[in-house]
């Protein structure tokens, strides 16, 4: 079993950064893809960015440029970094760690951009 807990959400003006963190109960990151997904009211959830287990990342076209997914092994946390927000970055966001039909997510935080 693993827990996955977000932290660092809030309000922000468009422009703006966040840093969402994703800490995990044990370390994981040698064997689990961890990604960051958001949902917004009304629609479905979708793939933000995420790294693998290698340490290859991957983001949404949304995002590029603009948010960075990282690992402390040390700390057992993923880090998301999110710059020049956009109201349209607006939504639930959530950690999600999977591997071989194994998937956990975390009960998410809310990210909140005004323009």
């Known amino acids: 079993q693993v827990q996955l807990v977000e932290s660092g959400g809030g309000l922000v003006e468009s422009g703006g950064s966040l840093t969402l963190s994703c800490a995990a109960s044990r370390n994981i990151f040698s064997v689990y893809t961890m990604g960051w997904y958001r949902q917004a009211p009304g629609d479905e959830r979708e793939l933000v960015a995420e790294?693998?287990?290698?340490?290859?990342?991957n983001y949404a076209d949304a995002v590029k440029g603009r948010f960075t997914i990282s690992r402390d092994n040390a700390k057992n946390t993923v880090p998301l970094q999110m710059n020049n927000l956009k109201p349209e970055d607006s939504a639930g966001y959530y950690c999600?760690?999977?591997?071989?039909?194994?998937?956990?997510w975390g009960q998410g935080t809310q990210v909140t951009v005004s323009s």
């Open positions: 790294i693998t287990w290698k340490g290859e990342v």
């Open positions: 999600n760690a999977h591997r071989d039909g194994w998937n956990y």
